[in-house]
């Protein structure tokens, strides 16, 4: 009873104070951690959110739907052995603060579908790459994005892990020796800021499209800020997310503008291949019909993502 009212005490201190004294123990009442642990300031619920062995993932997943943010959030994180179910509604929150601590987390259970959420979010977020790079256990699928869009720092700590596959290995090596050798070179090969690739990308568009055959002349004769541009133009995405997709090579949003802009899936290959900024194997060859290899729907997601 005592400790009931002290957890229903209006100042933040005591509750506080209490919440720290009762935080890993498992021989209070119920009632009293529940109150604790669902109480709006954080700094109160926050111990027993990371601490005590009375919370079930049920409850756990119930303070996190009303609204658990920041410090608390991040104290759910940070519990021991966390369950795959809570660390997905933690990944769902798109705290970055909490994902971190998520991340951190060795004993958290987090599953391919978390992961692959998180992956997403890192490629727009650089607070997470540190923290996703450094995680064990993330799926070589993942792993394999991340390679694409972390800075040279993380790929050579990813490079001398023990614990990934050898051809994710040779890819994370394969990524470094061309930063650090033909960067310079891309960049001066595909300068986006062209005025007069632009000026004719806009001449060239005042019928609302570019056709094929003057694209792929472009690309023959390695007018790369041409391709580029037109691409970007008529797919109708955001110029600084067409030309981060050029820069990294990222093959899935090349070919999504590609197939945007009215390019089959042949010519799209072609591009690919092409590009300087595009391993060769991440090309993207047609499907056995000729047509893409990567869905409709797909390809549409890619393009509204790139557009928002």
């Not at 920041?70 to 798109?94: F, H, N, Q, Y």
């Not at 004993?107 to 992956?119: D, L, Q």
């Not at 800020?225 to 691409?231: Q, R």
């Not at 820069?247 to 042949?266: E, P, T, Y």
Request: with cysteine.
């Amino acid at each position: 009873d005592c400790l009931e009212i002290l957890a229903k005490d209006q100042l933040a201190a005591i509750q506080g104070v209490m919440s720290e004294a009762i935080r890993s123990l498992d021989d209070v009442p119920q009632n009293v951690v529940s109150m604790l642990a669902h109480d709006i300031d954080e700094l109160v619920a926050s111990p027993v959110l990371e601490f005590s062995p009375l919370l079930s993932d049920e409850e756990l997943m119930d303070v996190i739907a009303n609204g658990a943010q920041g410090t608390g959030l991040s104290a759910i994180a940070r519990r021991s052995d966390l369950a795959a179910e809570v660390s997905e509604k933690v990944a769902a929150s798109d705290n970055s603060e909490a994902i971190n601590a998520l991340l951190r987390n060795d004993s958290a259970s987090i599953n391919e579908e978390t992961f692959s959420h998180i992956t997403d979010l890192a490629e727009k977020d650089e607070s997470l790459h540190q923290s996703l790079a450094n995680r064990s256990g993330v799926p070589d699928q993942c792993m394999t994005r991340i390679v694409e869009f972390v800075g040279q720092s993380l790929l050579k700590q990813l490079g001398e892990r023990n614990d990934l596959d050898q051809s994710l290995l040779s890819r994370i090596s394969e990524r470094v020796n061309w930063n650090l050798t033909d960067n310079d070179a891309v960049g001066a090969k595909i300068n986006f800021g062209d005025p007069e690739a632009i000026a004719r990308v806009r001449e060239d568009f005042q019928d609302g499209t570019i056709p094929r055959f003057i694209i792929m002349r472009e690309l023959s004769d390695q007018q790369y800020a041409y391709v580029a541009n037109a691409l970007i133009l008529s797919s109708g995405v955001k110029q600084k997310n067409g030309v981060r997709a050029f820069l990294r090579g990222d093959a899935k949003k090349i070919a999504a503008m590609a197939w945007q802009s009215g390019l089959d899936a042949f010519s799209a290959q072609v591009l690919l291949e092409k590009l300087p900024t595009v391993f060769e194997a991440e090309v993207i060859s047609p499907d056995s019909t000729g047509g893409y290899a990567i869905g409709k729907s797909e390809l549409e997601l890619t393009i509204e993502e790139m557009a928002a």
